[in-house]
């Protein structure tokens, strides 16, 4: 095999093979329980990979968003246990790209909302915090 | 058919049909989240493969068990209520649609100037605020067009690695009712790595996630990393 390729310095890494998803696995509440937009994530390990459950905050009951594959990141390039999550939903009239990694315990979730309605909306970017609840 | 009205909150009705008077074609009305009523009177109507058939009296509620749902039914006048969204007729009514409540927002509180948002806080030279990085040590965006386009210099030895010019995919605002850029992704795409790239400015500071997956087989881990830069 020929030298690596990177990008980074960081990239000049051992492998390590692949990638143990435990560590972001579970369900994760979000710290301000009056949040207007996603009150829980589950991430599951299922035979295909990994699985990300979003239920959003809604008039009178949450809003399950259905499942989606979510792909996951080490933090680095020769860490063996995941830290970093990204996955999709496409709506139709809207599109959201998340990305969350875990940082002190919290997994701290990013979301990227596209309009897609011509609604007027403004495509935003907005994050929250969410702590792991015992299986 | 005499009057609707809204018994549902928590939905919102994407698409419907009216067909009233071609009892050939369905009518159909999808929404995405929570309940809705449809008053149908007389009609069986399809969801997801079940029947039922509403009344004139007390409309046929209809669970949503996905993330988004259709229902068919064939002839007769109906309505459609859901959410504070009133629909009859196949007519959409003050509607915006939504998965959150967050995204819920009166039509009127929209300015209507446009999409386009303002670039000012975007442009120009980003440092990494650690010296030491072997990460990505340099950004430099630059607004085209109603765009912005994104080149990215990674850490090396002895020269920084400069990935090349991208164009970004989206640019975003810090909330759905703002119109000054606050963020943007892109991609990066090489041989050996596809290479995701999010970034918000906050505070004065471009906080730039980058998300690696390597495709050479070099058995590498698909790595996150979290960078915080400095306007140079």
């Known amino acids: 095999m020929g030298a690596l390729q990177y990008a980074n310095l960081n990239e000049q890494a051992e492998a390590q093979g692949s990638i143990v998803a435990e560590p972001l696995l579970g369900t994760w509440w979000n710290t301000n329980a009056a949040t207007r937009g996603i009150a829980k994530a589950v991430l599951a390990g299922e035979t295909n990979g990994i699985v990300l459950r979003i239920f959003a905050a809604g008039s009178q009951q949450l809003v399950e968003w259905g499942e989606t594959a979510a792909s996951i990141f080490a933090a680095d390039a020769s860490a063996a246990e995941a830290m970093a999550f990204s996955a999709f939903y496409d709506f139709g009239f809207m599109e959201t790209q998340l990305q969350g990694h875990v940082r002190q315990g919290l997994l701290i979730i990013a979301k990227f909302d596209r309009f897609k309605d011509d609604s007027g909306r403004s495509n935003y970017f907005s994050k929250e915090f969410f702590y792991r609840t015992e299986a | 058919m005499s009057g609707y009205g809204c018994r549902r909150a928590g939905c919102q009705i994407s698409n419907a049909s009216n067909r009233d008077g071609d009892p050939e074609v369905p ?107 072997r990460g990505i040590v340099k950004v430099v965006t630059a607004v085209n067009g109603s765009g912005l386009t994104v080149r990215t210099f990674g850490a090396g030895d002895p020269d920084l690695i400069d990935w090349g010019v991208v164009a970004a995919d989206y640019i975003y605002a810090n909330s759905l009712l703002s119109r000054e850029a606050a963020g943007f992704t892109a991609r990066y795409h090489f041989d050996f790595a596809e290479i995701h790239l999010q970034a918000n400015w906050n505070q004065g500071l471009l906080v730039l996630a980058s998300f690696t997956s390597f495709k050479d087989g070099s058995n590498r881990s698909d790595y996150f990393s979290r960078d915080f830069l400095r306007r140079n």
Do not use: H
């Not at chain 2, 009523?37 to 068990?65: H, K």
């Not at chain 2, 209507?112 to 605020?129: C, E, F, I, M, V």
């Open chain 2, 27 to 133: 009518n159909e009305v999808t929404w995405f989240w929570g309940a809705i009523d449809i008053w149908a009177p007389g009609q069986s109507c399809a969801f997801e493969g079940r029947t039922s058939r509403p009344t004139t009296d007390q409309g046929l509620q209809m669970p949503r068990t996905s993330a988004s749902a259709r229902a068919l039914w064939r002839g007769g006048d109906y309505s459609v209520c859901a959410g504070g969204v009133g629909q009859k007729g196949g007519q959409i009514m003050e509607s915006v649609k939504c998965v959150k409540a967050e995204d819920r927002v009166e039509i009127s509180d929209i300015t209507q100037n446009g999409y386009a948002l303002r670039l000012d806080s975007l442009p120009g030279t980003w440092l990494n605020t650690d010296r030491g990085t």
